[in-house]
């Protein structure tokens, strides 16, 4: 099954000149790490092999499981095209026509250029394959049907690839890319609303009930709830070891994607993000009292 995948790999690489294969490799494992992709495909707690899915990622509209990621070619993605692929990050549609849950943030993915898909893709077909069926999601009965997904995606999803701002600087540009498409922080800072879509009025001011019960911060430039009283420096460092201007470190989720992610990037990509947070529109976080989430009954559904 290996070799399937390195023969996949070298056939790509010679469709596209004058490009090193090791550097479409490392760029793969470079946006690999950005986007967090180990860190939901992973069920580290319950010691499950990477990228082989079962993660429960606990929100509340349900319980979903992140999927087989491997290039198994039975349980995990090792027959998908390159063009199946490219549809199920920019479009949120499986190869078999199916419309995927935005517990899957294709929402944030559409943006990827494709050059970066390309490499993501072939970096994954060279991971080791694992044999893992993926795991039914646990959702009440009004969302077990995707008819729906329709209806939602021409409300809240706009496909298409990262657009660069002219007016904006390069590293502006850089930064906004990293932080809206790849490393897709929106998912987490922005609230959403009863039907799952994002509140664009909070956008990055915080989520206070978002995956696993997390209380995300408010990360725009507000004074009285988000980072206004931080520099941009405050925030280089704490993109790359979770220190607070306070003293205090980063917890919960953040610490993991700082860990496995984001303290990974150049301190040039690291910077950019900094240049385009301190850039958003100062928003004030609309505070609320949190809920305890009510335990939804477990039913079986089909896979993400």
Not at 270 to 281: E, Q, T, W
Request: include cysteine; hydrophobic fraction near 35%; aromatic fraction near 10%.
């Amino acid at each position: 099954m290996r070799g399937i995948a390195v023969v996949s790999f070298w056939l790509v690489i010679a469709a596209v000149p004058h490009v090193a294969a090791e550097d479409v490799m490392q760029q793969g494992e470079y946006l690999f790490r950005a986007a967090g992709c180990a860190n939901c495909h992973t069920d580290e707690k319950n010691k499950g092999a990477p990228l082989a899915g079962w993660r429960a990622l606990e929100t509340p509209f349900g319980t979903f499981y992140s999927p087989n990621i491997t290039p198994d070619p039975e349980t995990g993605i090792g027959r998908w095209s390159e063009a199946d692929f490219v549809r199920a990050l920019r479009e949120g549609i499986s190869p078999e026509g199916g419309h995927y849950y935005p517990a899957f943030p294709y929402a944030s993915y559409t943006q990827l250029t494709d050059a970066d898909l390309r490499a993501i893709r072939i970096y994954l077909s060279n991971q080791k394959p694992v044999r893992q069926a993926n795991k039914p999601h646990e959702l009440p009965w009004y969302l077990r049907s995707r008819a729906s997904l329709r209806i939602w995606k021409m409300l809240f999803f706009n496909p298409g690839p990262f657009q660069p701002q002219p007016d904006q600087s390069a590293a502006w540009n850089r930064g906004a890319y990293l932080a809206t498409a790849v490393a897709h922080c929106g998912e987490c800072h922005t609230p959403r609303n009863f039907l799952g879509g994002f509140k664009e009025s909070q956008r990055f001011a915080g989520n206070h009930d978002s995956v696993d019960g997390a209380d995300v911060p408010n990360i725009t430039p507000d004074k009285k709830t988000g980072i206004g009283k931080w520099s941009q420096s405050d925030l280089v460092e704490y993109l790359e070891t979770g220190a607070m201007p306070d003293g205090d470190y980063a917890g919960d989720v953040m610490a993991e994607v700082i860990d496995n992610s984001l303290s990974h990037l150049t301190k040039d990509d690291r910077k950019a993000i900094a240049v385009y947070v301190m850039s958003l529109p100062s928003v004030e976080s609309v505070a609320h009292e949190r809920k305890p989430r009510q335990k939804k009954p477990k039913v079986k559904n089909d896979y993400e």
